[in-house]
């Protein structure tokens, strides 16, 4: 390595290389996989964490937002209580997955398993410059989940893959598959039952057979000093139509990025997003949709509510490709700004190379309407009161488009529990 190459790591940037150094021995996973986790990590080490000058990153610089690292282990927790009443649980234990789970239709194993498979070093491998997230997961996942779902199940109850951890580090990594005519909701959920600082980093690989229809829920409440580094990656077929939750009510630092591959004639994806910042936490939702083949739909739309000094940040790219002709994608960010000392940096962009299509995007900033408080005042509600329950139908609206009571109930309760702490 030439000198001119080398930089100045930082001290969360020691502590994870080091931490790398320390497990490499006891990670999982085949000849292939171990010298994956040897160049991931050098690539960590010559270039570093990303900074704004790195355009994906522009507005999370991570290199300077991510200031320790914990260490690798935690004590263990238990779950905690589904987000829904009648769930199928797959809980993943500091980072630890336990593939005991028996539904018809449903063939589960352990990630840890499939990095010994053979060629397991292409499980982890990166193809772009800026994928901070992937380069992380790689070097360090220990296990997660590999989860198949056979053509034509219909799922009875919802999976809920249950991420609980006490601190230090979780790398997690899952494949997902719902096959040709499957139908169903999964939750992935990401809680800290302590207090303890902990870093997070989770990849999902979710792809959707021809004709399947499924709900996918995010729900990201982590503890106040934790950072999560999310990447979900999603590939659609024919006809396959997928709606898309995330809500994020936690964690110091957090990134989200969705990748989304439009593979098939007539698939559809519906992308709504709740994100509820407060005190100095820093959350991003980055967003990449690829509409690569003719006569598909999409719909972004995410709501956020900011108080104190937290920062959000929202980057939806949507890219339709010249032959993807009949495209109809819409792409909208709306924000409650409930403070002078917060903010909002929302970035949507389109990039079209076909002719005959339908594609737009907007974003708004802004308050409560003074005339719907005034309202809710003049008939005797509390101002505090007044106010919560309008945050609340903001944020609370977009979730009602699943047309699922069970879903718009448990959600509507995590941002009522939220707002009271908040508000």
């Known amino acids: 390595m030439n000198a001119q190459n080398q930089i100045t790591l930082t001290s969360a940037e020691e502590q994870l290389l080091a931490s790398f150094g320390r497990s490499f ?14 160049k991931l990590a050098g690539e960590i080490k010559k270039a570093g964490l990303p900074t704004r000058r790195v355009e994906a990153w522009h507005y999370t610089d991570l290199r300077n937002l991510l200031k320790a690292v914990p260490e690798e282990a935690g004590e263990a927790v238990n779950p905690i209580a589904a987000l829904f009443a009648d769930t199928s649980l797959l809980p993943l234990i500091q980072g630890k997955a336990s593939a005991s789970l028996s539904v018809d239709g449903v063939t589960v194993s352990t990630f840890a398993e499939a990095l010994g498979g053979g060629d397991g070093g292409e499980l982890i491998a990166v193809s772009r410059d800026d994928d901070a997230i992937g380069r992380i997961n790689g070097a360090m996942v220990a296990d997660g989940y590999v989860i198949n779902i056979d053509a034509g199940t219909e799922l009875q109850r919802p999976l809920e893959l249950q991420a609980a951890h006490s601190g230090g580090q979780v790398h997690a990594r899952h494949a997902i598959s719902f ?3 499957t139908s169903g909701t999964f939750v992935e959920r ?5 207090d303890a600082a902990a870093l997070v980093s989770n990849v999902t690989s979710l792809t959707l057979g021809k004709d399947a229809e499924v709900t996918y829920v995010i729900m990201q409440d982590q503890g106040a000093s934790d950072s999560h580094l999310g990447k979900l990656k999603i590939s659609l077929s024919e006809n396959a139509k997928l ?8 964690g110091k630092l957090v990134r989200h990025e969705i990748e989304c591959e439009v593979e098939g004639e007539g698939a559809d ?20 949709l690829g509409h690569n083949v003719a006569n598909t739909t999409s719909t972004e739309t995410i709501r956020n509510v900011v108080f104190d000094k937290a920062r959000g ?27 002078d000392h917060g903010s909002f940096s929302s970035k949507p962009e389109l990039e079209i190379f076909a002719d005959d299509v339908q594609c737009g995007h907007g974003a708004t900033v802004t308050d409560i309407d003074p005339n719907h408080l005034y309202y809710m005042m003049a008939r005797g509600i509390p101002r505090k009161v007044a106010s919560g329950l309008l945050i609340n139908a903001f944020a609370a609206e977009v979730v009602e488009e699943f047309e699922d009571e069970q879903l718009t109930e448990a959600v509507e309760s995590v941002i009522t529990e939220w707002l009271d702490r908040h508000d």
């Open 25 to 38: 021995g006891s990670l999982p996973g085949d000849a292939s996989v171990t010298t994956m986790r040897d």
């Open 179 to 181: 096959g040709d005519g």
């Open 190 to 194: 990401h809680v800290a039952p302590t």
């Open 243 to 250: 709606k898309l939750l995330i809500v994020n009510t936690g």
């Open 269 to 288: 994806l519906m992308l709504r997003g709740v994100n509820l910042l407060g005190g100095d936490t820093h959350t991003d939702i980055t967003f990449n």
């Open 313 to 339: 940040v929202f980057q939806g790219l949507i890219r339709v490709a010249p032959d993807a002709q009949k495209v109809d994608a819409k792409m909208a960010c709306n924000t409650l700004l409930m403070t």
